[in-house]
């Protein structure tokens, strides 16, 4: 299964069966959705979008590397 989010707002739970055979934990997912011009059918494609998903990775590395104690912090709750 895969979250996805809905226009900055709310997710969505979409199915393994709908994604992308290549999608994994971590890749970022774009989703378009097209509509015929009567309106009365709609189409969904679902792809991995590789720019994002390095880009995802990339600020996850900065957090992480953020979060990593100084040279000279001993750990624990309190610094004084």
Do not use: F, Y
């Amino acid at each position: 299964m895969a979250s996805v989010e809905v226009d900055g707002k709310s997710m969505i739970t979409v199915p393994q069966s709908l994604l992308p055979s290549g999608a994994k934990q971590g890749h970022v997912l774009s989703v378009k959705r097209d509509v015929s011009a009567d309106g009365k059918r709609s189409a969904l494609t679902i792809e991995v979008d590789e720019a994002a998903t390095k880009r995802a990775l990339a600020e996850s590395a900065a957090q992480v590397k953020k979060g990593v104690r100084g040279k000279n912090d001993p750990g624990g709750d309190i610094t004084l």
